[in-house]
C-alpha cells in the first residue's frame, strides 16, 4: 500500500518563526500536493508539485513557499509564521489512474 | 466547470442502522472516483476507488457504486458502528492536467448508540 508520511502530527510555532512541514511518499508518484483544512471551508489546495523541481500555485498560495528538491519528498515552507496560518495541514501524492493518497495530517498552531 | 457535489452535508443516525450518502460530480474527461474516510484531526484514508467501467465496490461494510453516465456515486454503509462517525469525502481524477483532482465538501456522519 501506498504510504505517505508528514514528519510531524502536531506542532506549535511562534508568530514570525520560520516552519518546514515535510511530506515523503514511497510510491515514485510525479504528483505531489500540499492542502490546508479548516472547518467549513474543506480542502484547500496551496501548492501542487509534478515533478522534482516543478511546482504550482494553488488556490491559496500566499505565505507559504515549496520545495521539491527529490521525487519523494515535497516541503511547504512558511516563511514568517502567522496566527491564521494555525490550520490542519495534509499533504497528498497521485498517479493519475489511481488517485490521491494522503498523510496523516498535521496540526499546527501559530501563537 | 469540474464540481463535485456531496449530499447530505450532515447525518446522524442509530447504531445498527444502514445510510447512503451521495457524491454527483461534472468532472470530465473522468480517470477515477475515491471515497475516503476521515477521522476527526487525522488525514483521509481511502476506502474504495472506482474506475469508468466498475458500478459496485465493496470493502467491508462499505459499498460504492458509480453511475459514469448520469456522473453518480454512492457510498453505503451497512449495520453501522459508533466508529463509523467520521467526515467521509468524494474525490473525483479528472485525465488532464497534473491538478486533477476534484473535492466534494464532504458528509459530517454521527453514529449515536
Known amino acids: 500500500d501506498v504510504k505517505v508520511t508528514q514528519s510531524s502530527r502536531y506542532l506549535v510555532k511562534r508568530t514570525g518563526e520560520k516552519v518546514f512541514l515535510e511530506c515523503v511518499q514511497d510510491?515514485?508518484?510525479?504528483?505531489m500536493f500540499w492542502y490546508r483544512q479548516d472547518p467549513g471551508l474543506g480542502l484547500r489546495l496551496i501548492y501542487f508539485?509534478?515533478?522534482?523541481?516543478?511546482?504550482e500555485k494553488g488556490d491559496i498560495p500566499e505565505g507559504y513557499s515549496v520545495s521539491r528538491e527529490k521525487k519523494e519528498r515535497f516541503s511547504l515552507i512558511l516563511e514568517s509564521a502567522s496566527t491564521n496560518q494555525t490550520s490542519m495541514y495534509l499533504c497528498?501524492?497521485?498517479?493519475?489512474?489511481?488517485?490521491?493518497?494522503f498523510g496523516q495530517g498535521t496540526r499546527l498552531t501559530v501563537v | 466547470k469540474n464540481q463535485v457535489e456531496q449530499s447530505p452535508q450532515s447525518l446522524i443516525i442509530l447504531e445498527g442502522k444502514n445510510c447512503t450518502l451521495q457524491?454527483?460530480?461534472?468532472?470530465?474527461?473522468?480517470?477515477?472516483l475515491r471515497w475516503y474516510k476521515q477521522d476527526t484531526g487525522r488525514g483521509p484514508v481511502s476506502l474504495t476507488i472506482?474506475?469508468?467501467?466498475?458500478n459496485t465496490k465493496s470493502n467491508g461494510r462499505y459499498t460504492a457504486t458509480l453511475d459514469a453516465d448520469t456522473k453518480q456515486s454512492s457510498l453505503h454503509i451497512t449495520a453501522s458502528q459508533l466508529s463509523d462517525s467520521a467526515s467521509y469525502i468524494c474525490?473525483?481524477?479528472?485525465?488532464?492536467?497534473?491538478?486533477?483532482?476534484?473535492f466534494g465538501t464532504g458528509t459530517r456522519l454521527t453514529v449515536i448508540p
Open positions: 510510491m515514485d508518484h510525479e504528483n
Open positions: 474525490v473525483v481524477s479528472g485525465m488532464s492536467g497534473a491538478n486533477n483532482l476534484f
Open positions: 508539485s509534478y515533478d522534482v523541481k516543478m511546482k
Open positions: 497528498a501524492s497521485s498517479l493519475r489512474e489511481w488517485g490521491a493518497f
Open positions: 457524491c454527483n460530480y461534472t468532472v470530465s474527461p473522468f480517470s477515477n
Open positions: 472506482m474506475t469508468f467501467s466498475e
